[in-house]
């Protein structure tokens, strides 16, 4: 199993950018999935989360400015990230809750890579 992550850049404060991390190997099941972010020299926070069912959750510090969703059929999460603050800059990254074909009966999280985002001032 692999989480591939891609979307980060360098943006203004204000603007927009959109995350994407797409799940692929051998997936039985996804269960949750979300997305951390880890500025230098703090630690790795959670931005938002969506169980399969759908019900989502942020923190205070990008409720009403992060969007979460995914795609079961593509095994896909995106995050929307609007009115972007320059402490908003960090390295984000996937999570996912997955079962596999191979022992579907056991459950393990899976991290991508990290893409980097960028806010200026």
């Known amino acids: 199993v692999q989480l591939q992550a891609s979307g980060g850049g360098l943006v203004q404060a204000g603007g927009s950018l959109r995350l994407s991390c797409a799940v692929s190997?051998?997936?039985?099941?996804?269960?949750?999935m979300a997305w951390y972010r880890q500025a230098p020299g703090k630690e790795r926070e959670l931005v938002a989360a969506i169980p399969r069912g759908g019900n989502t959750d942020y923190p205070d510090s990008v409720r009403g400015r992060f969007s979460i969703s995914r795609d079961n059929a593509k095994n896909l999460v995106t995050l929307q990230m609007n009115r972007l603050k320059p402490e908003d800059t960090a390295v984000y990254y996937c999570?996912?809750?997955?079962?596999?074909?191979?022992?579907?009966?056991?459950?393990?999280?899976?991290w991508g890579q990290g893409t980097l985002v960028t806010v200026s001032s």
């Open positions: 999570k996912a809750d997955v079962r596999s074909s191979r022992n579907p009966s056991y459950e393990r999280s899976y």
């Open positions: 190997g051998t997936v039985f099941s996804i269960d949750d």
